[in-house]
């Protein structure tokens, strides 16, 4: 298995699109360390990136690394591997690649400058959602058969998750603002990988006590064993779900 | 040795083969002819088990095409594009694949990759080679694990003469040691001397299989090639003037 | 002619008489009740180092009680001190372990109906109440150190406690591990400074129906709920510090009620909220810190007529909240952390006004449950289209002076 992954991450890494993006993490996560005069803040600039950018970049380039490579996987398709051995590596490889590129751009700005609590949930959300839109890209990608098509909808599905989600949330907030929602806010967000990281990180600095009480049963949910554990499954479901139907499709699929 | 029962295949509303048995002994060099979209790359990826037949059964050497994926041990596939990974160099192709089928006889038959002068450029990333020279890589990638089977999909189409004199010559050589060869192409004239058989199709249908020999007699054309070239640029009556020509009952009136 | 020798003499005699009286272990009078029961006006006890277990005692004449390494212990039944009287100093005791009870308020020391009385130097450990004050005029408690022992809200009594007093100085204190660290109720004219209070249960500062009075550079930090100053006018706060209360419903400084006052010079660091106000009027609110705060200001619409002018504002989540649609409070010249103008002539006030609410800051007062969304992409895009195009935040609350450098305080 590790040998087509190894290959795969060894094309990606030279790739100069993971090149820039791994620049531009480590730029951006140095500056800020080094402008804000308050750790703290630094890491709330870095999720915004962790939050927006790295989904967007994850599933934008696996997506299109994924077409990039249809004669490649054809090629190995006529070899004597498994599909699921042939999709499992591409996923691996490319998820690796973006996962080493957001570990050196903004995981040793964050080991070295702040390799706390927050700076350690901060990687932790980024590597899940590393993970998850790679996942969601491969699932996008291996449906929809046309390469713009494929694009299209990854950006929609980005488009979702990073900003029309919430606006729902909001809107139902609103819309059931007389009934107790605390704990159907708490299930919307998990719904959500974004959202769900958000969360996590912000329990993290405190923020918690603004909620009031909820806040507080939050911050005692997620910062327990339980909570890490809740959100682990989570992310990990995320993270397989949509890899196993993209598998399943691909192992139907005419090449 | 590969043996297909019946097969269909409809894309969407595309009837992309249609009803098709056909059986391939070693020894024999067939030419997969017919027009753009007659079936010919589909039929190839039915075998292959890239594309999953509707209706039908296809066996390789005894095995059935659905459930396995070892029996591509026996076959070496040269697509009509040869896409690589960008940033892999030819060298780290060659490895990958060597580790990849992992044959342990260790039959290797790197006489293409000298011929072409490949060993030259193995330092070269895939994204700085033109087409011809991707051709060259993936004819002796084919070639490399000395199957028991060929399938040649357009091989001499991007190759400057001398080369395509070169895997010419390593064809014959290789249908001299009794292997199948497989070979799908527009038009025939180039590859006239090394062919046995002759499968034309259209519109997903096999119009006919016949010997090189059966078919010399009954056009009368020892220039294969010329005849069903003409035959293709005949455009709408085409498909009469071959059933006329082929269909048993009126076999003897032609010519 | 005589009878006036006779008075002299007689005062000359009493003042002669003014004694000091040594107790304790190796003295002559080893009980302390022994000494107060012999020590008259002006008379001082110098109490022994040791331990004295004498239940509750009563201090009614005007005498100084001066311990040193004396331990009173109230052996968790007793009210060690009971105080009434004038011109009395209490100094350099120890006094733990007093008694609790659930129908009135037991202390460490109590003074009733007193005035002129001193309480200084004391370590007062383990006590329900530790010092309780009613009615009394012109009491100074300094230098003392009170340590309770946290239990709840209901069975922990005040550290320093006043009731219907005037003239009063809390100075220098240190008080932790009570209900309410300092507590004021119709107390006036009367200052509280350099005190420390610290993890208290409630407030750090309770302070009710007293007007007239000033706490300056004082330090409040984890208290449960901060400082409280409620129904009261003419409140002077300078110079305090109201830091890291947070929690579910903490405040740095919540003021209910409070007109005519003035707060100035203080430091807000990282409370939940640092300055809560309801109802109150004609307060002004200048050169303060408000630094990494969930909310530095919730001005509910009941408050009118107050000033904000030349306060920094820096690293809170939120700077102002409000849950009115018209403001009737003006904010001028402050420095905000997250104005984004620019200031074209230079003079150092930027050239457009600043919004300090934000809409998402609008919609948790109305819908908590939205806080989850905090710091979320979608919040931000809308919180940036209302900078634009104001639709519900309150139009008028804006500072239209937004200083672009961080005021030296």
């Not at chain 3, 109590?110 to 009615?135: L, Q, R």
């Not at chain 3, 406690?161 to 209900?179: M, P, Q, Y």
């Not at chain 3, 984890?222 to 409280?228: L, R, W």
């Not at chain 3, 660091?269 to 630094?291: C, P, Q, W």
């Given at each position: 298995m590790m040998k087509l992954t190894r290959y795969v991450v060894y094309d990606i890494i030279r790739n100069k699109v993971i090149m820039a993006y791994t620049l531009f993490l480590l730029v951006?996560?140095?500056?800020?360390?080094?402008?804000?005069?308050?750790?703290?803040?630094?890491?709330?600039?870095?999720?915004?990136?962790?939050?927006?950018?790295?989904?967007?970049?994850?599933?934008?380039?696996?997506?299109?690394?994924?077409?990039?490579?249809?004669?490649?996987?054809?090629?190995?398709?006529?070899?004597?591997?498994?599909?699921?051995?042939?999709?499992?590596?591409?996923?691996?490889?490319?998820?690796?690649?973006?996962?080493?590129?957001?570990?050196?751009?903004?995981?040793?700005?964050?080991?070295?400058?702040?390799?706390?609590?927050?700076?350690?949930?901060?990687?932790?959300?980024?590597?899940?959602?590393?993970?998850?839109?790679?996942?969601?890209?491969?699932?996008?990608?291996?449906?929809?058969?046309?390469?713009?098509?494929?694009?299209?909808?990854?950006?929609?599905?980005?488009?979702?998750?990073?900003?029309?989600?919430?606006?729902?949330?909001?809107?139902?907030?609103?819309?059931?603002?007389?009934?107790?929602?605390?704990?159907?806010?708490?299930?919307?967000?998990?719904?959500?990988p974004v959202d769900l990281g958000r969360i996590f990180i912000m329990l993290k600095m405190d923020i918690s006590a603004l909620m009031g009480y909820t806040g507080a049963l939050y911050k005692d949910f997620f910062g327990s064993g339980t909570g890490l554990l809740f959100t682990s499954s989570i992310m990990v479901l995320w993270i397989v779900l949509p890899l196993l139907w993209a598998i399943r499709i691909f192992n139907k699929k005419d090449i | 040795m590969i043996r297909i029962e019946a097969i269909s295949k409809k894309f969407r509303k595309l009837q992309a083969l249609d009803n098709i048995s056909a059986q391939f002994e070693k020894g024999q060099a067939i030419s997969l002819i017919g027009p753009n979209g007659s079936g010919k790359t589909t039929l190839i990826k039915c075998i292959l088990g890239m594309v999953r037949p509707d209706k039908g059964n296809i066996y390789v050497g005894g095995h059935p095409v659905k459930q396995e994926h070892e029996y591509r041990r026996m076959i070496g596939y040269m697509p009509q594009i040869g896409r690589y990974p960008d940033n892999m160099r030819i060298g780290q192709l060659f490895s990958m694949m060597k580790q990849l089928r992992n044959d342990k006889q260790g039959g290797l038959d790197e006489t293409l990759v000298e011929q072409f002068g490949l060993k030259k450029i193995y330092d070269k990333p895939m994204r700085t080679l033109s087409g011809g020279t991707r051709q060259k890589v993936s004819a002796a990638l084919a070639f490399l694990f000395d199957p028991a089977i060929l399938i040649l999909d357009e091989p001499t189409a991007g190759l400057d003469p001398l080369s395509a004199e070169i895997l010419k010559a390593r064809i014959i050589e290789q249908k001299k040691k009794d292997k199948l060869i497989l070979i799908t192409s527009h038009i025939l004239s180039d590859l006239d001397e090394l062919t046995t058989h002759v499968m034309y199709m259209q519109d997903g249908k096999m119009v006919f299989l016949k010997g090189l020999d059966t078919l010399q007699e009954q056009t009368g054309e020892l220039k294969i090639g010329k005849a069903i070239a003409r035959i293709m640029k005949a455009d709408g009556d085409q498909e009469d003037w071959i059933k006329k020509m082929f269909t048993p009952s009126n076999e003897q009136k032609i010519y | 002619m005589r009878l006036l020798f006779i008075t002299i003499l007689s005062i000359l005699f009493l003042r002669s008489e003014a004694r000091i009286i040594m107790a304790g272990p190796?003295?002559?009078?080893?009980?302390?009740?022994?000494?107060?029961?012999?020590?008259?006006?002006?008379?001082?006890?110098?109490?022994?180092?040791?331990?004295?277990?004498?239940?509750?005692?009563?201090?009614?004449?005007?005498?100084?009680?001066?311990?040193?390494?004396?331990?009173?212990?109230?052996?968790?039944?007793?009210?060690?001190?009971?105080?009434?009287?004038?011109?009395?100093?209490?100094?350099?005791?120890?006094?733990?372990?007093?008694?609790?009870?659930?129908?009135?308020?037991?202390?460490?020391?109590?003074?009733?109906?007193?005035?002129?009385?001193?309480?200084?130097?004391?370590?007062?450990?383990?006590?329900?109440?530790?010092?309780?004050?009613?009615?009394?005029?012109?009491?100074?408690?300094?230098?003392?150190?009170?340590?309770?022992?946290?239990?709840?809200?209901?069975?922990?009594?005040?550290?320093?406690?006043?009731?219907?007093?005037?003239?009063?100085?809390?100075?220098?204190?240190?008080?932790?591990?009570?209900?309410?660290?300092?507590?004021?109720?119709?107390?006036?004219?009367?200052?509280?400074?350099?005190?420390?209070?610290?993890?208290?249960?409630?407030?750090?500062?309770?302070?009710?129906?007293?007007?007239?009075?000033?706490?300056?550079?004082?330090?409040?930090?984890?208290?449960?709920?901060?400082?409280?100053?409620?129904?009261?006018?003419?409140?002077?706060?300078?110079?305090?510090?109201?830091?890291?209360?947070?929690?579910?419903?903490?405040?740095?400084?919540?003021?209910?009620?409070?007109?005519?006052?003035?707060?100035?010079?203080?430091?807000?660091?990282?409370?939940?909220?640092?300055?809560?106000?309801?109802?109150?009027?004609?307060?002004?609110?200048?050169?303060?810190?408000?630094?990494?705060?969930?909310?530095?200001?919730?001005?509910?619409?009941?408050?009118?007529?107050?000033?904000?002018?030349?306060?920094?504002?820096?690293?809170?989540?939120?700077?102002?909240?409000?849950?009115?649609?018209?403001?009737?409070?003006?904010?001028?010249?402050?420095?905000?952390?997250?104005?984004?103008?620019?200031?074209?002539?230079?003079?150092?006030?930027?050239?457009?006004?600043?919004?300090?609410?934000?809409?998402?800051?609008?919609?948790?007062?109305?819908?908590?449950?939205?806080?989850?969304?905090?710091?979320?992409?979608?919040?931000?895009?809308?919180?940036?289209?209302?900078?634009?195009?104001?639709?519900?935040?309150?139009?008028?609350?804006?500072?239209?002076?937004?200083?672009?450098?961080?005021?030296?305080?």
């Open positions: 951006v996560s140095l500056s800020l360390f080094q402008v804000e005069e308050n750790q703290g803040k630094a890491i709330l600039s870095l999720m915004n990136i962790v939050l927006i950018v790295l989904p967007l970049v994850s599933i934008v380039f696996a997506t299109i690394h994924y077409y990039n490579s249809y004669e490649f996987i054809e090629l190995m398709l006529s070899q004597p591997l498994g599909r699921t051995r042939i999709i499992f590596s591409e996923y691996a490889g490319t998820a690796l690649s973006l996962l080493m590129a957001f570990l050196l751009g903004v995981g040793i700005p964050v080991l070295i400058y702040s390799p706390d609590d927050s700076g350690l949930s901060l990687l932790f959300t980024g590597c899940c959602l590393t993970l998850i839109f790679t996942s969601l890209a491969f699932l996008a990608s291996v449906k929809a058969r046309d390469k713009a098509r494929g694009i299209g909808s990854v950006l929609l599905l980005w488009f979702y998750f990073a900003l029309i989600y919430d606006g729902l949330v909001l809107l139902i907030l609103f819309n059931f603002s007389d009934y107790p929602l605390e704990k159907i806010t708490l299930l919307l967000t998990a719904l959500n | - | 190796t003295a002559e009078i080893k009980e302390l009740r022994k000494a107060l029961a012999l020590a008259r006006d002006g008379d001082s006890i110098l109490l022994q180092a040791g331990i004295y277990k004498e239940g509750s005692l009563l201090i009614e004449r005007s005498i100084s009680l001066i311990g040193t390494n004396a331990i009173l212990d109230g052996e968790k039944k007793y009210q060690v001190l009971l105080v009434s009287g004038k011109n009395i100093l209490i100094s350099g005791l120890t006094i733990r372990n007093a008694g609790y009870s659930a129908m009135e308020d037991f202390a460490a020391v109590k003074v009733v109906d007193a005035s002129n009385v001193t309480i200084e130097n004391c370590h007062i450990i383990n006590a329900y109440f530790a010092i309780h004050i009613s009615n009394t005029r012109a009491v100074v408690i300094r230098n003392n150190r009170i340590e309770g022992t946290p239990r709840s809200e209901q069975l922990s009594g005040n550290g320093i406690h006043l009731w219907k007093s005037n003239f009063a100085l809390i100075e220098n204190n240190h008080v932790t591990g009570h209900r309410d660290g300092i507590y004021f109720e119709f107390v006036t004219s009367s200052t509280i400074r350099r005190n420390h209070s610290e993890k208290n249960i409630r407030y750090g500062l309770h302070f009710m129906f007293s007007n007239d009075d000033a706490y300056i550079q004082n330090i409040f930090n984890d208290n449960g709920a901060g400082v409280a100053v409620m129904y009261s006018k003419k409140v002077r706060m300078e110079a305090n510090r109201f830091d890291l209360n947070w929690g579910a419903s903490a405040y740095g400084l919540l003021l209910k009620d409070i007109t005519d006052s003035y707060i100035a010079r203080n430091i807000f660091y990282k409370n939940t909220v640092a300055l809560h106000m309801e109802g109150t009027s004609r307060i002004e609110i200048r050169n303060n810190d408000f630094r990494n705060n969930g909310w530095a200001i919730k001005v509910q619409a009941s408050c009118d007529n107050n000033r904000f002018w030349r306060n920094n504002f820096t690293g809170n989540s939120f700077d102002v909240a409000t849950n009115g649609s018209v403001s009737l409070n003006q904010f001028s010249q402050n420095y905000w952390d997250k104005y984004e103008g620019y200031d074209l002539n230079h003079d150092g006030v930027g050239d457009i006004p600043f919004r300090p609410v934000s809409m998402y800051s609008m919609i948790i007062e109305e819908n908590p449950n939205a806080l989850l969304l905090m710091r979320s992409f979608t919040v931000q895009l809308l919180d940036k289209a209302e900078k634009a195009l104001p639709v519900i935040t309150p139009g008028n609350l804006t500072d239209d002076k937004p200083m672009m450098k961080y005021i030296k305080q």
